[in-house]
T-cell receptor, first 115, second 114 residues
Framework: AQSVTQLGSHVSVSEGALVLLRCNYS??????LFWYVQYPNQGLQLLLK??????LVKGINGFEAEFKKSETSFHLTKPSAHMSDAAEYFC?????????????FGTGTRLTIIP | DTGVSQDPRHKITKRGQNVTFRCDPI?????LYWYRQTLGQGPEFLTY????????KSRLLSDRFSAERPKGSFSTLEIQRTEQGDSAMYLC????????????FGQGTRLTVV
C-alpha cells in the first residue's frame, strides 16, 4: 500500500519569502505524485503532478516540485510567497494505471502568509 | 461546462436519519470518485465508478453507505441511519479514464449530524 507523510501541519512564511512544503511518500511501485490546494470550504485544485516524466515539475501559480526517488520526496516550493497563497496544501500519491483512480492524501499543511 | 457540481453544499441532519448527496461530473468524464474529508485530515477514498460500474469500494464504505451511478452520468451517495461520526465533507471528483489526466474536484457537501 502507498502512503504520504507531510511534515509540518502548519507553515508560516513572510510575504515574498520562499515557500517550502515537505512531502515524503511510500510506495512499492513507481508512483504518481500530486499536490493539491484547498481554500476554505472549497474543493481541491490540482497544482501539479509527477507522472514519471521530468523530475522537476512546474505547476500553476508559480509552484514547482521535484521528485527525488532516492529520498522518496516530492517537496513543493515557490520562490516568493503571495498573500493569495494562504490555503491548505495536500500531497497525494497514486499507483493505479492512469494515476488518478485512487488518490491517497497526506494530512495536509496549512500555509499562512505573514504580511 | 462549469465543472463538477455537488448538491447540497451543506446538510444538517439528526442522528439516525438517511441522507443523499448528488454529484454531477464534467460531462465527458467517464470516471467518478467519492472521497470523505474529516476536519484536519486529508480526503480519504471511498469509491469510484467507470461509467455506471462501481469498480472499487474502500473498507471505509460501511454497509450504511451506498453509491450509485445509474446511467453513467450523475452519481448519488446515500448514508443510512447517520451517526455523528459521519460528519465530514464529502467530495466528488471526475476524470477521463486515460493516462496523464487529472481528477477535477467539486466543492463538496458538508454533512453535520446532530
Amino acid at each position: 500500500a502507498q502512503s504520504v507523510t507531510q511534515l509540518g501541519s502548519h507553515v508560516s512564511v513572510s510575504e515574498g519569502a520562499l515557500v517550502l512544503l515537505r512531502c515524503n511518500y511510500s510506495s512499492s511501485v513507481p508512483p504518481y505524485l500530486f499536490w493539491y490546494v484547498q481554500y476554505p470550504n472549497q474543493g481541491l485544485q490540482l497544482l501539479l503532478k509527477y507522472t514519471s516524466a521530468a523530475t522537476l515539475v512546474k505547476g500553476i501559480n508559480g509552484f514547482e516540485a521535484e521528485f527525488k526517488k532516492s529520498e522518496t520526496s516530492f517537496h513543493l516550493t515557490k520562490p516568493s510567497a503571495h498573500m493569495s497563497d494562504a490555503a491548505e496544501y495536500f500531497c497525494a500519491v497514486s499507483v493505479a494505471n492512469f494515476g488518478n483512480e485512487k488518490l491517497t492524501f497526506g494530512t495536509g499543511t496549512r500555509l499562512t502568509i505573514i504580511p | 461546462d462549469t465543472g463538477v457540481s455537488q448538491d447540497p453544499r451543506h446538510k444538517i441532519t439528526k442522528r439516525g436519519q438517511n441522507v443523499t448527496f448528488r454529484c454531477d461530473p464534467i460531462s465527458e468524464h467517464n470516471r467518478l470518485y467519492w472521497y470523505r474529508q474529516t476536519l484536519g485530515q486529508g480526503p480519504e477514498f471511498l469509491t469510484y465508478f467507470q461509467n455506471e460500474a462501481q469498480l472499487e469500494k474502500s473498507r471505509l464504505l460501511s454497509d450504511r453507505f451506498s453509491a450509485e451511478r445509474p446511467k453513467g452520468s450523475f452519481s448519488t451517495l446515500e448514508i443510512q441511519r447517520t451517526e455523528q461520526g459521519d460528519s465530514a465533507m464529502y467530495l466528488c471528483a471526475s476524470s477521463l479514464a486515460t493516462a496523464n489526466t487529472e481528477a477535477f474536484f467539486g466543492q463538496g457537501t458538508r454533512l453535520t449530524v446532530v
